[in-house]
């Protein structure tokens, strides 16, 4: 008699692991990064605003820094922007940019007439070194301590939600700027 | 009117004949036919992070551009289709490979068909010895009533 209700019971579960599968899958456009807990990736690049000198990884190992990834043809770049001008304003943790295939031109005069809210800005026109962080969408932003470990990857424009929620938590209470 | 038919009837064998040439998205110039091929097989296994259902080689997104151009200068440099692959993975997560490797977080998914596959043939396997089994019964103790049994006898 139980016979009978096996199909049944195979059904039942399938549709459950289905149900499950659909209720837990992230969101798609949110794909976390493998590289959280490993090194940032070493870097030496064009300083955006001093062309002939260089922004590089070693330049800022023993301090947290966010690194945030950027480009004035990025409509999300733009939304949070206030709040990385906030940001900066506490002085609780230095902002590096990446500005991610963009010109310098446009780069400087979005800077000159809304602010700039970087510590240090390298300079990535060709696209390539993002590829090295797993960028696949600006704006992204690292959270990076002092021994040069990524803790954090925030996907999408940062909101003061983010910050409070995600971000400062997880910065130590004696977290001071690197000097610049 | 027929010219229309005609041009409507053509029209799917000039799509099918012009799909080899159809790279448009993706025109390389590797040094030698090996890396071309190389660089053909890698991205498209490759998933665009923008888009992505689509692969490396189909993405018209300048991210996807970026990567190509990636993957052709580690190719020139000499690293091995493993290296790049882990040099993406290491970065982008399994998600990048349209398809997912053994290992133990996916065994599962490379299971689960054969495991399926093995039930449905046990299964259908009983299932067919018991309807054997029916009707050799049915022959071994035919109805009185069944005309048909009669003609059977007959003819033999």
């Known amino acids: 008699m139980i016979r009978r209700f096996i199909p049944l019971l195979v059904f039942v579960g399938v549709a459950a692991l289905l149900a499950m599968g659909v209720m837990q899958a992230p969101r798609k456009d949110l794909v976390p990064s493998p590289l959280i807990g490993k090194h940032a990736p070493n870097f030496s690049l064009p300083s955006l605003m001093h062309p002939h000198q260089r922004v590089s990884s070693t330049q800022l190992n023993g301090h947290w820094y966010l690194f945030n990834v950027w480009g004035t043809w990025c409509i999300s770049c733009r939304q949070e922007y206030p709040e990385l001008l906030a940001i900066a304003h506490t002085g609780i943790v230095p902002l590096i940019g990446l500005d991610w295939k963009d010109t310098r031109g446009e780069a400087l005069a979005f800077l000159s007439t809304k602010g700039d809210p970087y510590q240090r800005i390298a300079f990535d026109p060709g696209g390539l070194e993002a590829i090295h962080w797993g960028v696949y969408g600006a704006p992204e932003t690292f959270l990076v301590n002092p021994k040069g470990i990524i803790v954090y990857k925030y996907i999408g424009p940062i909101t003061p939600r983010a910050w409070t929620e995600d971000i400062l938590p997880r910065l130590p209470a004696s977290a001071t700027v690197a000097g610049s | ?156």
């Open chain 2, 1 to 156: 009117m027929r010219l229309t038919r005609l041009v409507l009837a053509l029209l799917p064998v000039a799509l099918l004949l012009g799909a080899p040439w159809a790279r448009a998205i993706a025109p390389t110039q590797m040094p030698t036919a090996a890396l071309e091929a190389r660089y053909e097989r890698l991205i498209h296994g490759f998933r665009c992070m923008q888009c992505q259902d689509e692969s490396l080689a189909n993405s018209p997104v300048s991210l996807a551009a970026d990567m190509r151009r990636q993957i052709r200068q580690m190719l020139l440099a000499g690293d091995t289709d493993r290296q790049i692959r882990k040099f993406f993975v290491s970065r982008y997560g399994y998600f990048i490979l349209f398809k997912p490797p053994f290992v133990w977080k996916t065994a599962w998914l490379w299971l689960t068909p054969g495991i399926l596959l093995f039930v449905g043939a046990f299964t259908a396997a009983g299932v067919i010895r018991r309807r054997t089994r029916l009707v050799a019964s049915d022959l071994e103790e035919p109805d009185p009533r069944d005309g048909l049994t009669g003609v059977q006898e007959r003819g033999r």
